[in-house]
């Protein structure tokens, strides 16, 4: 099963949205959301490491 950070992503954009209060618990939790936005939007956009491939050495290089 793989994880779906597209949908979470939005749906934590939603819930930041709906917390648009200026009390401290709303400021609380959308800084809390904004740094797991953040590690969302990290894995979302990851890429494998890529294979590095050595050239061969010429007369020269060795």
């Given at each position: 099963?793989?994880?779906d950070f597209a949908a979470a992503h939005?749906?934590?954009e939603?819930?930041?949205h709906y917390l648009r209060g200026d009390?401290?618990?709303s400021s609380a939790a959308?800084?809390?959301l904004d740094i797991l936005?953040?590690?969302i939007a990290a894995a979302q956009?990851?890429?494998p490491p890529?294979?590095?491939v050595e050239f061969p050495k010429t007369a020269r290089q060795r």
């Open positions: 099963m793989t994880s939005l749906h934590l939603r819930a930041c009390d401290e618990t959308r800084a809390a936005i953040d590690a956009y990851k890429r890529a294979d590095v």
